[in-house]
Structures are given as structure tokens and as C-alpha cells.
């Protein structure tokens, strides 16, 4: 075996140890991310699949000495070495946490997987070629049949081993790696979390079986003490009958039955005071397991489970996806079944003491143990009834909207044999607040839903129980009475989720309640932008276990950046964030300060009033509209050159003067208007008409979605033929030319479809198109027309060879397009434009009074 793994360790080389760390962390995000079939984001998972190949395996090759020895006695006849080798990406992508080595009912998975690795092995083999590959061939064909002898009836004893090769492996990589990196600590750190847990696991079952054979031997010897208590009662009858007998008689038999009953009682009094330690030291040990119980709980559903809701919630601000809930419903299943057991355990053990009384502190023990069961059982069904799918956070009136519940102890606990009901209410931040402290509610809600009651369902394949409510809408809402400057935008409530059920033959009833992430209600689209700044702060700042709905009314500005950089992303669904220098450009417009240096901003503050409730300085708008303006035009017109940088958006006009004023003329820039929400202007520098030998920078008037929605933004730019290089110093086609409409198609019937070009009239002159020999509009930097002109607004037209005819509308001004700052009015221009278009698109006989074509 030594020479076999020496033959693949191969020459050794250096270890890339942060590239092993990493890789062996992706193994770890994988065990959760395999969840993905159940509905979660592959998008990052494909391709983790394709680094982590052999991801342990690789590491574990490179172990030396002392080390290497121990990874090598792993393997054997009972396991091969050369399997490990050959099948390490499939045996590493497999779930085998997920697999309760307890659960008889878990075989059927456990036989699966021991399918699935004979047959990989075999198709191994098949795949084997040449001479080498003919012995490795018969040796792999060897080793299926010999794991398909050991392990076919007993399938479960190979996801044993095998999950104690994975967690040893694991444990000597993760000694021998450098874990002082950064990476390598955060894998050290996940895996011993997730070791912890798994090595708690094993205790408490060890602890159950224990406390499991303790009570059948109390129970054995309970059974021996009723059996020698009867007997000295049939001495004792015997001893009584003696007094009918005659004297000689009595005395004969009757010194050996006092004997006998002297015997057996002094047995009897020594046996009691055995069985009755033996019950104080069974309600010991089932302590000790209800306090590791209790701390396996606390860590399963206060840290992992409320860091999972954590990232639910940040998942509404556009963070990464929350993860699958399949290990977390596994360690809840793992929970309920253990604390199962020693429910029914510390029931037998009362159940005994019922049966043969003894005098002690056993009974307030038990009483004691019963309730802490209890207890523990409760806070885990009440903990793990939970919103899988959260309902939309800005809930529109009469509007159709879902959610989904799940139960992740509800297969464990039989809970879908008597399927029950899940109700959903629509309820106030108050009733929230009074639900919490347990005060009578009287049912109230604030508002109502329809379809809003569902039964959950339990699904075999994945073993979860949910209720999937498709077609909940909100009918109407009743609305509190509002708080100071708080808007109907302002005002959150949550939609109450709650149900009943039994477990045990209704030994014990739950009422279980949930409730979802803040909502807001809206009852038009023009309120959508308030309304999500409101669950924007609520989902960033919200403390876990707060007073529903608190939140902080005043945030450090490091903080609300990352949370808008997260929503920005998301919004864009880009990986080109916030730079730090956009960031610095929102904190001047936020603050009204005008440093430049990133740290003035670090230790500043923001308050809500600040973020969206106060206009910023010389505007009707807040600093929150402003910036979702700037993502819902990125989003809808100009992703793609966000994505290319093509924008450099967050620049303020002074800022682009001084950018541009260096560069050649026809240089510009695209930038985010400051003066209009979800508009972007173009920026250039070109000569100053007014002054020869002088130069200014021109701002367009902003583009707005209503503008890109007649022509984009990368036609605009091919149109205007004065811009020339994209700052710094990229030509306009090579960064825009991808997006450009292709020509128009030829006449067809002898129509053509109109187009619409952008012009500015002091950039632009008629000069001839070489292409058709007709007129038309052509934009010229070098000679741009004198401000004090009248402007005109000119319109490409459509090529008619058949026709020959040339359209152009002029649109005569007394005063200039551009203003005194050089921006160009374009709204004007574009009514002319569409005036036109229609026009255009009228039958020719109609507008010229010809014969249609």
C-alpha cells in the first residue's frame, strides 16, 4: 500500500497552501450547496465543482511522516485505497451527513449510495485501456464485487466508514495546513463547527444507548425484585397457614420458613436500596444528557439556525442566497429524534416507579426530568416551524403574491400522518409587538387575505414537510394611525403564519406561529421606491431578537454603504460594485461636503430622515429616490455598459469639467444627472463658438428611461458624430459598437420602416451622405454652430429609392437648446421627434396626396 501511494503522490512538489485551503473550504460550501437541486442558485456551484475536483483528496496526498501513516491505516480490505483514489470527486460530492446512521429507515439511502459506487467503479474499469489499464481493470471489477459482498446487507456500515475517512482525512489536512492565512482560518474555523456538532451528535447518542441499557437492566432487576417480593409473600402465607396445623408440625416446618423469609427480606431491603440508586443514577445521566441537549439545541437553532434567517433577510437586500435547509433540517431531525428517545425513556423509568414505589427524592427527579423534555421538545418544534420562502417585502394591493412554510422536524415527528393547517394574517407592527408578549390579540389582523389557508404537504423524496401557498392576495389593509412625519411608506407590517398539530397519539399539541420579514404595503407603483427604502434599512440594520420592528434611526456611513453597494449589485445584477470613489462622490451629495478623502466620512453618521425623508439641498427629492432612480435606469438601459465600464456615472459636473478640460476635443463621459432622478447626461469638450482658440465643456440634458425606451443609448452616441473617444481615451465604436441596431432591411411592398436620429444642432451641419446621395443631417465638432443662432432640430430620414423623397422638420427657435451651462434641452426635440414618427408611419397617399406605393 505504501509503494501503491507513493506511485500517485508522484515527485513532490510545493504546496500552494492558501489554493488547498481554499479549495478544502469550497468542499465544505459544498456539502450545503449540493441543496441546490432543491431549488437553490447552481450558478457558483458549477463552477466550484470544477475547482474542487479531488479537493481532499489532493491535500491528503500531500501529508508526510507521521501524518501520512495514519491516513493510510484508514484503508484496507474493508475499504480499498485505490476506490478512495479512483472515485474521490464522486465519493467527496456526496452527502453523507445527511444520512442518520441511527435511523433504520435511512437504509434504503445508504443502499442507493452503495449502488451509485458500484457502479461508478464499474464504469471505472470499463474505461480502462492498454496493458496497465487491463490489471487495473480486473482489480477495480475485483474491488466492486468485494464492497458489494461486505456491504450489501449492511449499507449503512459503509456510509460509516466512509464518513470516518472524510472526517479523519479533514482533521490531518487541517493539522498540517498553514491555518495563520486567512482562508485556511476560515476553513479551520467551519470545519470544527460543523466537527463540533457532529462529534455532540455522537456523544448524545452514545449517552441515549447508555442511558438505554441502564433502563433495561433496571428494568431486568425491577422485574427480579416484584418476583422475590411475591415470593416472600407466599412465605409469609405459609407462615400464617402453620397456625392450623398441630404444634409438632408448626414447629418443625416453621424455623425454616422464618429462616427462608428472614433471607428474602434482607434481600428484598438490600435489592431496594439498589434499585433505588440505580433510578437516582439513571435520572443523573439523563441530566447530563438534557444539558448537552440543551446545548446542541442552543447552537443548532440560535446561532446556525437565526445566521441562516440572517442571511434570508439579507438575501431581500440582494445578498447572497441563504443556503439550502437540508443539513440545518438534518440536525434538527437528529435533535427530535434524540430528545424523542429520552422523552419515552424518562417516561418507562416513571412508568416503573409507578409500578413499584419506593420512597426518595426519585419522583421530583423524574417530575423534573419530564418537564425539561418537554421544554426542550417545544422550543425545537415551535423554533423549526419556519417561512422557507418569504412573501414579497413591498406587498401591493390585488396583487397576487406566495410563500412558503416548512416544518423541519415534521417527518421526524410523524407530523404529516394528520396533515395540519397553516393559516396566513396580515397583522401591524403593534399586534406583532402584543403577539410576542403574549397578550390577547382577540385575532385581530389589519387587513385581509384571500387564499390564505394551505395544508402542508409532505414530500418523500426530500423528507419535508411545507405548506406552499401559490396565490395569496391582499385584499384590502387597514392602516394604524401614523407617528409624526412617518408616511404611509413608512408604516410595516408582517403576515402572521400559524398552525396546530399533535405528536405522539396526541401526547403532546403544539400551536405553533411564525412571522415573516417586515412588509410594506403599497396600493400603487409610485409609492414602490419608498416603500423599498423602508425594508432597505429594516433588512440592513435589524438586530436579531429585536422589538418587532425596531430598528436604529441613525447608522454609520461604512454601514449604509455596503448596503446599498449589495442592493446596487443586485438591482444591476453586476459584479461591478460601488467603487470607492462613487462611494466618496454619494457621501458628498449625502453630507453636502465636498472633501475627497474617504476617511473625513468613515466615523460620520446618516439618520432616516437624511436617507428618505428629507430633500436634499436645492432639490424635491431625497438622497434614497435619487439613487434608486440611478438603479432602475442601469437596470433597464444601460446594464451592459455598466458592466463594461463604459459609465463612470458618479461624477458631479464640475468633477467632469475638470476631467475632460485635459483631454482632446470629442472626449466624453457619461455621467448620472445630479439635478433629475434616473437620468444620465453626456458630458464633451469641444471648442467654444463664442471665444476662437477656447474651450468648454458640453452637458447634454439628461437621458431618462422615457427617452431610451424611443432610442438607446448606444444608438444615441453613434448618432452624435462629434463624440469621438470615451474618456480617457477609448474610441466610441470600439466600446459601443456591439450594441448599435443594424440598418434597416430594404422596402418591402414599398414600405420601409422610419427611423429616428438624435442631433444637436450646434454640433451638427447638412453635409451630403455619400452612402444614398441624399441630404441629411450630419454632426460636426470641429464647426459647432454659434450659441446665439436659432437651432434647428433635424430627423434622419428614412431612404426611399423607390420614392426619392427626403423628410426633414425643422422646428424654429428663438432661444438656444443649449443653456448657459451648455445643456441641451432634449425633451423639446423629442416631441418634434415623435410627432414626426407618426407621420411617418401614416399611409403616403394621406400625407402628400400621391397614389400609395
Given at each position: 500500500?505504501?509503494n501503491?501511494?507513493?506511485?500517485?503522490?508522484?515527485?513532490?512538489?510545493?504546496?500552494?497552501?492558501?489554493?488547498?485551503?481554499?479549495?478544502?473550504?469550497?468542499?465544505?460550501?459544498?456539502?450545503?450547496?449540493?441543496?441546490?437541486?432543491?431549488?437553490?442558485?447552481?450558478?457558483?456551484?458549477?463552477?466550484?465543482?470544477?475547482?474542487?475536483?479531488?479537493?481532499?483528496?489532493?491535500?491528503?496526498?500531500?501529508?508526510?511522516?507521521?501524518?501520512?501513516?495514519?491516513?493510510?491505516?484508514?484503508?484496507?480490505?474493508?475499504?480499498?485505497?485505490?476506490?478512495?483514489?479512483?472515485?474521490?470527486?464522486?465519493?467527496?460530492?456526496?452527502?453523507?451527513?445527511?444520512?442518520?446512521?441511527?435511523?433504520?429507515?435511512?437504509?434504503?439511502?445508504?443502499?442507493?449510495?452503495?449502488?451509485?459506487?458500484?457502479?461508478?467503479?464499474?464504469?471505472?474499469?470499463?474505461?480502462?485501456?492498454?496493458?496497465?489499464?487491463f490489471?487495473?481493470?480486473?482489480?477495480?471489477?475485483?474491488?466492486?464485487?468485494?464492497?458489494?459482498?461486505?456491504?450489501d446487507?449492511?449499507?449503512?456500515?459503509?456510509?460509516?466508514?466512509?464518513?470516518?475517512?472524510?472526517?479523519?482525512?479533514?482533521?490531518?489536512?487541517?493539522?498540517?495546513?498553514?491555518?495563520?492565512?486567512?482562508?485556511g482560518?476560515?476553513?479551520?474555523s467551519?470545519?470544527?463547527?460543523?466537527?463540533?456538532?457532529?462529534?455532540?451528535?455522537?456523544?448524545?447518542?452514545?449517552?441515549?444507548?447508555d442511558?438505554?441499557?441502564?433502563?433495561?437492566?433496571?428494568?431486568?432487576?425491577?422485574?427480579?425484585?416484584?418476583?422475590?417480593?411475591?415470593?416472600?409473600?407466599r412465605?409469609?402465607?405459609?407462615?400464617?397457614?402453620?397456625?392450623?396445623?398441630?404444634?409438632?408440625?408448626?414447629?418443625?416446618?416453621?424455623p425454616?420458613?422464618?429462616?427462608?423469609?428472614?433471607?428474602?427480606?434482607?434481600?428484598?431491603?438490600?435489592?431496594?436500596?439498589?434499585?433505588?440508586?440505580?433510578?437516582?443514577?439513571?435520572?443523573?445521566?439523563?441530566?447530563?444528557?438534557?444539558?448537552?441537549?440543551?446545548?446542541?439545541?442552543?447552537?443548532?437553532?440560535?446561532?446556525?439556525l437565526?445566521?441562516?434567517?440572517?442571511?434570508?433577510?439579507?438575501?431581500?437586500?440582494?445578498?447572497?442566497?441563504?443556503?439550502?435547509?437540508?443539513?440545518?433540517?438534518?440536525?434538527c431531525?437528529?435533535?427530535?429524534?434524540?430528545?424523542?428517545?429520552?422523552?419515552?425513556?424518562?417516561?418507562?423509568?416513571?412508568?416503573l416507579?409507578?409500578?413499584?414505589?419506593?420512597?426518595?427524592?426519585?419522583?421530583?427527579?423524574?417530575?423534573?426530568?419530564?418537564?425539561?423534555?418537554?421544554?426542550?421538545?417545544?422550543?425545537?418544534?415551535?423554533?423549526?416551524?419556519?417561512?422557507?420562502?418569504?412573501?414579497?417585502?413591498?406587498?401591493?394591493?390585488?396583487?397576487?403574491?406566495?410563500?412558503?412554510?416548512?416544518?423541519?422536524?415534521?417527518?421526524?415527528?410523524?407530523?404529516?400522518?394528520?396533515?395540519?393547517?397553516?393559516?396566513?394574517?396580515?397583522?401591524?407592527?403593534?399586534?406583532?409587538?402584543?403577539?410576542?408578549?403574549?397578550?390577547?390579540?382577540r385575532?385581530?389582523?389589519?387587513?385581509?387575505?384571500?387564499n390564505?389557508?394551505?395544508?402542508?404537504?409532505?414530500?418523500?423524496?426530500?423528507?419535508?414537510?411545507?405548506?406552499?401557498?401559490?396565490?395569496?392576495?391582499?385584499?384590502?389593509?387597514?392602516?394604524?394611525?401614523?407617528?409624526?412625519?412617518?408616511?404611509?411608506?413608512?408604516?410595516?407590517?408582517?403576515?402572521?403564519?400559524?398552525?396546530?398539530?399533535?405528536?405522539?397519539?396526541?401526547?403532546?399539541?403544539?400551536?405553533?406561529?411564525?412571522?415573516?420579514?417586515p412588509?410594506?404595503?403599497?396600493?400603487?407603483?409610485?409609492?414602490?421606491?419608498?416603500?423599498t427604502?423602508?425594508?432597505?434599512?429594516?433588512?440592513?440594520?435589524?438586530?436579531?431578537?429585536?422589538?418587532?420592528?425596531?430598528?436604529?434611526d441613525?447608522?454609520?456611513w461604512?454601514?449604509?454603504?455596503?448596503?446599498?453597494?449589495?442592493?446596487?449589485?443586485?438591482?444591476?445584477?453586476?459584479?461591478?460594485?460601488?467603487?470607492?470613489?462613487?462611494?466618496?462622490?454619494?457621501?458628498?451629495?449625502?453630507?453636502?461636503?465636498?472633501?475627497?478623502?474617504?476617511?473625513?466620512?468613515?466615523?460620520?453618521?446618516?439618520?432616516?430622515?437624511?436617507?428618505?425623508?428629507?430633500?436634499?439641498?436645492?432639490?424635491?427629492?431625497?438622497?434614497?429616490?435619487?439613487?434608486?432612480?440611478?438603479?432602475?435606469?442601469?437596470?433597464?438601459?444601460?446594464?451592459p455598459?455598466?458592466?463594461?465600464?463604459?459609465?463612470?456615472?458618479?461624477?458631479?459636473?464640475?468633477?467632469?469639467?475638470?476631467?475632460?478640460?485635459?483631454?482632446?476635443?470629442?472626449?466624453?463621459?457619461?455621467?448620472?444627472?445630479?439635478?433629475?432622478?434616473?437620468?444620465?447626461?453626456?458630458?464633451?469638450?469641444?471648442?467654444?463658438?463664442?471665444?476662437?482658440?477656447?474651450?468648454?465643456?458640453w452637458?447634454?440634458?439628461?437621458?431618462?428611461?422615457?427617452?431610451?425606451?424611443?432610442?438607446?443609448?448606444?444608438?444615441?452616441?453613434?448618432?452624435?458624430?462629434?463624440?469621438?473617444?470615451?474618456?480617457?481615451?477609448?474610441?466610441?465604436?470600439?466600446?459601443?459598437?456591439?450594441?448599435?441596431?443594424?440598418?434597416?432591411?430594404?422596402?418591402?411592398?414599398?414600405?420601409?420602416?422610419?427611423?429616428?436620429?438624435q442631433?444637436?444642432?450646434e454640433?451638427?451641419?447638412?453635409?451630403?451622405?455619400?452612402?444614398?446621395?441624399?441630404?441629411?443631417?450630419?454632426?460636426?465638432?470641429?464647426?459647432?454652430?454659434?450659441?446665439?443662432?436659432?437651432?434647428?432640430?433635424?430627423?434622419?430620414?428614412?431612404?426611399?429609392?423607390?420614392?426619392?423623397?427626403?423628410?426633414?422638420?425643422?422646428?424654429?427657435?428663438?432661444?438656444?437648446?443649449?443653456?448657459?451651462?451648455?445643456?441641451?434641452?432634449?425633451?423639446?426635440?423629442?416631441?418634434?421627434?415623435?410627432h414626426?414618427?407618426?407621420?411617418?408611419?401614416?399611409?403616403?397617399?394621406?400625407?402628400?396626396?400621391?397614389?400609395q406605393?
Open positions: 500500500m505504501q501503491f501511494f507513493k506511485l500517485f503522490q508522484g515527485p513532490r512538489q510545493r504546496v500552494n497552501h492558501s489554493r488547498c485551503e481554499f479549495t478544502c473550504l469550497l468542499w465544505f460550501h459544498i456539502q450545503e450547496s449540493q441543496a441546490a437541486r432543491h431549488g437553490i442558485d447552481r450558478t457558483c456551484t458549477d463552477y466550484v465543482y470544477r475547482v474542487l475536483k479531488m479537493a481532499v483528496w489532493i491535500q491528503a496526498q500531500q501529508l508526510q511522516g507521521d501524518a501520512l501513516h495514519q491516513m493510510q491505516s484508514l484503508y484496507g480490505q474493508h475499504f480499498p485505497i485505490e476506490v478512495r483514489h479512483y472515485l474521490s470527486q464522486w465519493i467527496e460530492g456526496q452527502l453523507w451527513d445527511v444520512i442518520d446512521l441511527e435511523n433504520p429507515q435511512e437504509e434504503f439511502k445508504a443502499k442507493r449510495l452503495l449502488d451509485s459506487l458500484i457502479q461508478e467503479l464499474q464504469n471505472k474499469a470499463e474505461h480502462q485501456v492498454g496493458e496497465d489499464g490489471l487495473l481493470k480486473i482489480k477495480l471489477g475485483h474491488y466492486a464485487s468485494q464492497l458489494k459482498s461486505t456491504y446487507r449492511c449499507p449503512l456500515e459503509l456510509v460509516r466508514c466512509i464518513k470516518h475517512i472524510l472526517y479523519t482525512e479533514q482533521r490531518l489536512v487541517r493539522e498540517a495546513t498553514n491555518s495563520s492565512s486567512p482562508v482560518g476560515m476553513m479551520d467551519m470545519s470544527q463547527k460543523y466537527q463540533q456538532i457532529n462529534q455532540a451528535f455522537e456523544e448524545l447518542r452514545l449517552m441515549t444507548q442511558t438505554e441499557n441502564e433502563l433495561r437492566k433496571l428494568q431486568h432487576n425491577q422485574e427480579y425484585f416484584i418476583i422475590q417480593y411475591q415470593e416472600s409473600l412465605i409469609q402465607a405459609q407462615l400464617t397457614s402453620l397456625s392450623t396445623l398441630p404444634p409438632a408440625d408448626r414447629q418443625l416446618r416453621e425454616a420458613l422464618l429462616s427462608k423469609r428472614a433471607t428474602v427480606e434482607a434481600w428484598l431491603t438490600r435489592e431496594a436500596n439498589t434499585l433505588q440508586k440505580y433510578r437516582l443514577d439513571l435520572a443523573e445521566k439523563h441530566q447530563k444528557t438534557l444539558q448537552l441537549l440543551r446545548k446542541q439545541q442552543t447552537i443548532i437553532l440560535d446561532d446556525e437565526i445566521q441562516w434567517k440572517r442571511r434570508q433577510q439579507l438575501a431581500g437586500n440582494g445578498g447572497p442566497p441563504e443556503g439550502g435547509l437540508d443539513i440545518l433540517q438534518s440536525w431531525e437528529k435533535l427530535a429524534e434524540t430528545i424523542w428517545q429520552n422523552r419515552q425513556q424518562i417516561r418507562r423509568a416513571e412508568h416507579r409507578q409500578q413499584l414505589p419506593i420512597p426518595g427524592p426519585i419522583e421530583e427527579l423524574l417530575n423534573e426530568l419530564n418537564s425539561t423534555i418537554t421544554d426542550i421538545i417545544s422550543a425545537l418544534v415551535t423554533s423549526t416551524f419556519i417561512i422557507e420562502k418569504q412573501p414579497p417585502q413591498v406587498l401591493k394591493t390585488q396583487t397576487k403574491f406566495a410563500a412558503t412554510v416548512r416544518l423541519l422536524v415534521g417527518g421526524k415527528l410523524n407530523v404529516h400522518m394528520n396533515p395540519p393547517q397553516v393559516k396566513a394574517t396580515i397583522i401591524s407592527e403593534q399586534q406583532a409587538k402584543a403577539l410576542l408578549k403574549n397578550e390577547n390579540t385575532n385581530d389582523s389589519s387587513g385581509e387575505i384571500l390564505n389557508n394551505c395544508v402542508m404537504e409532505y414530500h418523500q423524496t426530500t423528507g419535508t414537510l411545507s405548506a406552499h401557498f401559490r396565490n395569496m392576495s391582499l385584499k384590502r389593509i387597514k392602516r394604524s394611525d401614523r407617528r409624526g412625519a412617518e408616511s404611509v411608506t413608512e408604516e410595516k407590517f408582517t403576515i402572521l403564519f400559524e398552525s396546530q398539530f399533535s405528536v405522539g397519539g396526541n401526547e403532546l399539541v403544539f400551536q405553533v406561529k411564525t412571522l415573516s420579514l412588509v410594506v404595503v403599497i396600493v400603487h407603483g409610485s409609492q414602490d421606491n419608498n416603500a427604502a423602508t425594508v432597505l434599512w429594516d433588512n440592513a440594520f435589524a438586530e436579531p431578537g429585536r422589538v418587532p420592528f425596531l430598528v436604529p441613525k447608522v454609520l461604512p454601514q449604509l454603504c455596503d448596503a446599498i453597494n449589495m442592493k446596487y449589485k443586485a438591482e444591476v445584477q453586476s459584479n461591478r460594485g460601488l467603487s470607492e470613489e462613487n462611494l466618496v462622490f454619494l457621501a458628498q451629495k449625502a453630507f453636502s461636503i465636498s472633501s475627497n478623502n474617504p476617511d473625513d466620512y468613515r466615523n460620520m453618521t446618516m439618520t432616516w430622515s437624511q436617507f428618505n425623508r428629507e430633500s436634499l439641498p436645492g432639490r424635491n427629492f431625497t438622497f434614497w429616490q435619487w439613487f434608486d432612480g440611478v438603479m432602475e435606469l442601469t437596470k433597464k438601459h444601460l446594464k455598459h455598466w458592466n463594461d465600464g463604459a459609465i463612470l456615472g458618479f461624477v458631479n459636473k464640475q468633477q467632469a469639467q475638470d476631467m475632460l478640460m485635459s483631454k482632446p476635443n470629442g472626449t466624453f463621459l457619461l455621467r448620472f444627472s445630479d439635478s433629475e432622478i434616473g437620468g444620465i447626461t453626456i458630458a464633451w469638450v469641444a471648442e467654444n463658438p463664442n471665444k476662437a482658440g477656447e474651450r468648454m465643456v452637458n447634454l440634458m439628461p437621458y431618462t428611461t422615457k427617452d431610451f425606451s424611443i432610442r438607446s443609448l448606444a444608438d444615441r452616441i453613434s448618432d452624435l458624430n462629434h463624440l469621438l473617444f470615451l474618456y480617457p481615451d477609448r474610441p466610441k465604436d470600439e466600446v459601443f459598437s456591439k450594441y448599435y441596431t443594424p440598418p434597416l432591411s430594404k422596402a418591402v411592398d414599398g414600405y420601409v420602416k422610419p427611423q429616428i436620429k442631433v444637436v444642432p454640433f451638427a451641419t447638412a453635409n451630403p451622405d455619400p452612402a444614398s446621395g441624399n441630404q441629411t443631417y450630419m454632426d460636426h465638432g470641429a464647426s459647432p454652430a454659434p450659441v446665439s443662432h436659432p437651432h434647428t432640430y433635424g430627423i434622419y430620414p428614412p431612404i426611399l429609392s423607390e420614392c426619392e423623397w427626403l423628410l426633414s422638420v425643422s422646428c424654429g427657435r428663438s432661444d438656444s437648446m443649449l443653456d448657459t451651462d451648455g445643456d441641451f434641452d432634449l425633451d423639446d426635440t423629442m416631441d418634434v421627434a415623435r414626426v414618427e407618426e407621420l411617418l408611419r401614416r399611409p403616403v397617399e394621406s400625407q402628400w396626396g400621391g397614389p406605393s
